[in-house]
């Protein structure tokens, strides 16, 4: 039964939102007549977005979930249906709870699609842009084991672990992208104007300016001359690295050679591995079967080098392989990964031990982040004051000069 959002007045005057089923929109108005609301506006669920073609608002329009959004609303959804809540009526609260018109329409699709006799996951998997396949995935297990409220919470927890991974990492790297962006900053400003203006006062001198200030002098007339050229070849390397980067091929191997570099190598090993153990160990133990877990798991991976590891594992288990072995063989996923699968296939607790196997990876990506942002932050500023500093001295060799000159 297709869903409408309205609008109306109650008895006391009072605006009503909300979202209402019926098979027309006469229907729907008919319904809030019968529950003493006088509609003002009744719209098809998504008819909202204009008569633009369905591929131009898919390409163009953003996400109606965010991650932080997403993972807050599985939230919400996972402590009303583990209350005994129907997952109907947990559908309409949060429909008629939000405040984002197309939130509460996406939502109000979701909630029809379920009264038609849709399962829960095949009506997400109408929305494949707001909900991944590894999503659906754990929702259409959690709904064929009978323990969706459990499998919503476990759900809700990984993707605020995630999030809290990310926010943690983004933390780290602000502080010296902020400082380096500053610094490129004041430098190019000293050179191009500050060092070009001094030195203009010396132009006329017969004496032979210190090597410092004539080094300092040809860099800012190089800045000043082919700074924008320098800076055009940059912006056009950036996206012919960015369409490069669309081949698999060229892809795999920037990956490849990214996992090489000293230490961002090893951060990005760490988060990629912490990603598909965590995930790996959601849909094992929400009952996907393993072969499909590791598909799903592998296709969430950034990276490219390690996803090509991972679909490889799969054809080793496939062919009768135990999974440890499978990763040990794949030298881009850290050894502790496969120890604790290992334990976990001995012991029978594989989700226990690959979810445990995610959080110390977690915590060693954390923490090597963090080591990172501390001795990158005194790093730079140093580094900041050392070139500021050679500049200052190139600005001043000539006063202290001319002093020297007049006495």
């Known amino acids: ?54 591929s131009s608002r898919v390409l163009w329009a953003s996400k109606v979930f965010s991650a932080t959004g997403l993972a807050v609303w599985t939230r919400q959804i996972a402590g009303l249906v583990s209350s005994g809540l129907p997952l109907e009526r947990a559908l309409t609260a949060l429909a008629e709870e939000t405040e984002d018109l197309r939130q509460r329409n996406l939502v109000g699709a979701l909630r029809a699609e379920v009264n038609a006799g849709s399962s829960f996951a095949r009506a997400l998997a109408q929305e494949p842009r707001e909900f991944s396949e590894v999503y659906r995935a754990v929702i259409a297990a959690g709904e064929q084991g009978g323990d969706l409220g459990e499998v919503l919470e476990r759900l809700a927890d990984d993707l605020e672990e995630r999030q809290a991974l990310k926010a943690k990492l983004m933390g780290a790297a602000l502080y010296p992208m902020i400082v380096t962006v ?21 132009a006329g001198s017969n004496r032979t300016l210190p090597v410092l200030t004539r080094a300092m002098l040809g860099l800012s007339d190089f800045v000043r001359g082919w700074g ?16 490069a980067l669309r081949s698999p091929a060229f892809r795999e191997r920037f990956d490849a050679f990214w996992l090489r570099l000293p230490v961002i190598g090893k951060l990005a090993r760490g988060y990629n591995a912490a990603r598909f153990a965590s995930t790996l160990a959601m849909l094992s133990a929400a009952g996907v079967p393993i072969l499909r877990a590791l598909q799903a798991a592998g296709e969430t991976l950034s990276n490219q080098a390690m996803r090509a590891d991972a679909l490889e594992a799969l054809v080793m288990v496939r062919e009768g392989a135990p999974l440890a072995t499978a990763l040990a063989q794949k030298k881009r996923f850290p050894g502790l990964l496969s120890m604790f699968v290992r334990l976990g296939e001995q012991t029978g607790e594989l989700p226990v031990m690959l979810q445990r196997a995610s959080r110390q990876l977690s915590m060693e990506v954390q923490r090597r982040a963090m080591q990172l942002a501390t001795i990158l932050e005194p790093l730079l500023i140093v580094l900041m004051g050392a070139v500021v500093g050679t500049i200052v001295l190139a600005v001043l060799q000539p006063i202290i000069e001319l002093n020297s000159w007049v006495k």
């Open 228 to 243: 924008w050229w320098v800076a055009g070849l940059l912006v056009l390397a950036g996206l012919g690295l960015r369409y």
């Open 182 to 202: 500053i610094a490129v900053v004041i430098v190019i400003f000293l050179v191009s104007y500050v060092v070009p203006q001094v030195a203009g006062v010396f």
């Open 1 to 54: 039964m297709p869903a409408y959002s309205f609008e109306a007045l109650d008895d006391q005057g009072q605006a009503r939102k909300g979202v209402i089923d019926a098979d027309t929109a006469k229907a729907a108005r008919a319904l809030l007549r019968g529950q003493s609301l006088v509609p003002l506006a009744v719209t098809a669920v998504g008819a909202d977005e204009g008569d633009a073609p369905k």
